[in-house]
C-alpha cells in the first residue's frame, strides 16, 4: 500500500464513519436523482426544437429592437412547456422543478430573456396555486399553464430593492374594494402581462403589513411609467408600474392580509431555483461555443485549444458549470421531495449566476477580439450572465440568507 495512504487510512476510517453516522437529512439526495430521466430529456428535446427552429434565427435582431413576441409564449404553451410545474387538472404537465429546470436551461442558450419570461409566468402560477382562492386559480392558473396569459411579479420599488419589506405602495380597504396608491419598479414584462400580482402596504411598516394583488390588464388608473434601457435581456421588458388611486374587488386580494411578504418570500425560494437553471443555460452555451472555437481556431500552426492556457481555461469553466449543476439539481430535488430548500435554493443561485458570469467572460477571453463582436453570441450571453447576479435577490442577499441559516442553531 503506499505509504502515504497508510499513514492516513486510521483518519480516512474515521472520516467515512463519522459520515455515515451524520443525521439521515444531510443525504437525503442520492447522486442517482441527478440521473437524467426520459421525460427530462424529451422536455430538452422539445424546447430545443423549437428555440433553434423558431427563435433562433431572430432573437439577436430582436434583441437589438427589444421585440417581445407574445406568439411564442403561446406557441411553448401548445407545447406544454410553460405549465410544467402545474397540475394536469389545471392545464398543465404535473412534473417537478427537476423537469422545470431542464427545459429553462435549453431554452437560455437561446435567450436568457425569454426563459426569465417563462420563470415570471411560472411565480404566478406558484403564487396563486398555493395562495389564491378557488375562483382565482378558475380564472388564470389554466390560462397561465396554457400560455394564453403571461403572468408578472411585482415587488421592488425605488426605495425597496433588498429591503423589500420597506415597500411604500399602499392598499386601502374601502368596504369591498382596496383601493392601491404608489409606484412600482423592476417589473419582469409588466407591459405584456394580463396579471401582476403586485405587493402593497394593508397595515403598519414591517413585513407583516404587506398584502399581495391580482392587478389586470387595463384596470382604471393602472398605467405604464418608463421602461427601462438595459445592457441584455432587451426583449424582456423591465417596467415601471403607476398605480394612481386602482380600485380593485377585495376579492382580487391573494391569501389573507399581511400575508403578502410570506407570498412572495415563499416564490422568491422556487424562483432562485429557476434563475440558477437560467444561468446553467447561459453557461453552457458560452461554454460550446468557446470550445469549437478553440478546435477550429488556428494560430502558430495549430488550433488554440492545444496551447495549455486555453486548455485549461476551458476545463476551469466545464468543472465550474458541472458543480452548479449538481448543486441546482439538489435543491430541485428537495423542491420535489417536499424537504426544506431556502438554504439550497440560495446556494445555487449564488453559486450558478457567479459561476454564469465567469464562464461567459471566459468564453469572450478564448475567441478573443471576435468574442468581443456581436458576429459571436458570446458578448450577448456575458451581458445576460450579470442580470442573473441581480434578480431573484441579489447575490449579496443570498449570502446573508445562507449565514443566517448557518447560523441559527448557534443564536
Given at each position: ?15 467515512c ?63 406544454g ?8 387538472d ?7 422543478y ?28 406558484l ?34 430593492g433588498?429591503?423589500?419589506?420597506s ?17 412600482k419598479q423592476w417589473?419582469?414584462?409588466g407591459?405584456?402581462a394580463d396579471?401582476i400580482l ?16 391580482i ?5 382604471p ?14 426583449v ?34 422556487s ?7 437560467v ?33 485549461f ?5 466545464a468543472v ?6 449538481l ?29 454564469a ?17 456581436q ?14 447576479q ?13 449565514g ?8
Amino acid at each position: 500500500m503506499n505509504s502515504v495512504l497508510w499513514f492516513h487510512a486510521p483518519v480516512i476510517l474515521f472520516f467515512c464513519l463519522w459520515v455515515y453516522a451524520l443525521p439521515g437529512p444531510c443525504f437525503n439526495v442520492s447522486l442517482m436523482d441527478f440521473m437524467e430521466t426520459d421525460t427530462q430529456r424529451q422536455l430538452r428535446d422539445l424546447m430545443r426544437k423549437f428555440a433553434t427552429k423558431t427563435m433562433l434565427p431572430q432573437i439577436d435582431q430582436d434583441e437589438r429592437e427589444e421585440r417581445f413576441r407574445p406568439e411564442w409564449i403561446r406557441a411553448l404553451g401548445d407545447l406544454g412547456l410553460t405549465g410544467i410545474v402545474v397540475s394536469e387538472d389545471d392545464g398543465g404537465a404535473g412534473l417537478g422543478y427537476q423537469e422545470y429546470i431542464s427545459a429553462l436551461e435549453e431554452l437560455a442558450q437561446v435567450s436568457a430573456g425569454y426563459a426569465i419570461s417563462v420563470a415570471v409566468t411560472g411565480l404566478a402560477q406558484l403564487i396563486l396555486s398555493r395562495f389564491g382562492s378557488q375562483s382565482q386559480k378558475s380564472q388564470w392558473i389554466r390560462a397561465l399553464a396554457e400560455g394564453r396569459a403571461i403572468g408578472a411579479f411585482s415587488l421592488s420599488e425605488a426605495g425597496s430593492g433588498s429591503d423589500a419589506a420597506s415597500l411604500r405602495t399602499t392598499a386601502t380597504r374601502d368596504g369591498d374594494f382596496y383601493v392601491l396608491h404608489g409606484t412600482k419598479q423592476w417589473v419582469t414584462q409588466g407591459d405584456s402581462a394580463d396579471l401582476i400580482l403586485v405587493m402593497a402596504r394593508t397595515g403598519g411598516p414591517g413585513p407583516l403589513g404587506i398584502s399581495t394583488f391580482i392587478l389586470e390588464k387595463g384596470i382604471p388608473g393602472f398605467r405604464l411609467g418608463k421602461r427601462e434601457k438595459k445592457m441584455g435581456c432587451q426583449v424582456s421588458h423591465t417596467m415601471e408600474l403607476v398605480l394612481d388611486q386602482v380600485r380593485i374587488p377585495a376579492e382580487n386580494r391573494v391569501g389573507a392580509e399581511g400575508d403578502g411578504f410570506k407570498v412572495a418570500m415563499t416564490a422568491l425560494d422556487s424562483g432562485r431555483i429557476t434563475i440558477a437553471a437560467v444561468a446553467l443555460g447561459v453557461a453552457r452555451g458560452a461554454l460550446d461555443v468557446a470550445v469549437r472555437h478553440a478546435q477550429h481556431r488556428e494560430q502558430f500552426g495549430k488550433p488554440i485549444g492545444e496551447f495549455q492556457g486555453v486548455s485549461f481555461l476551458l476545463a476551469d469553466m466545464a468543472v465550474q458549470l458541472k458543480a452548479a449543476q449538481l448543486l441546482v439539481r439538489h435543491a430541485a430535488s428537495l423542491r420535489d421531495q417536499g424537504a426544506a430548500f431556502t438554504q439550497e435554493a440560495a446556494m445555487a443561485k449564488l453559486f450558478a449566476t457567479d459561476m454564469a458570469m465567469k464562464v461567459t467572460t471566459d468564453a469572450v477571453q478564448v475567441l478573443g477580439g471576435s468574442g468581443y463582436t456581436q458576429e459571436f453570441p458570446v458578448e450577448r450571453w456575458m451581458r445576460e450572465a450579470k442580470v442573473l447576479q441581480i434578480v431573484e435577490g441579489t447575490n449579496q442577499i443570498q449570502r446573508l440568507v445562507i449565514g443566517k441559516r448557518l447560523l441559527e442553531p448557534l443564536v
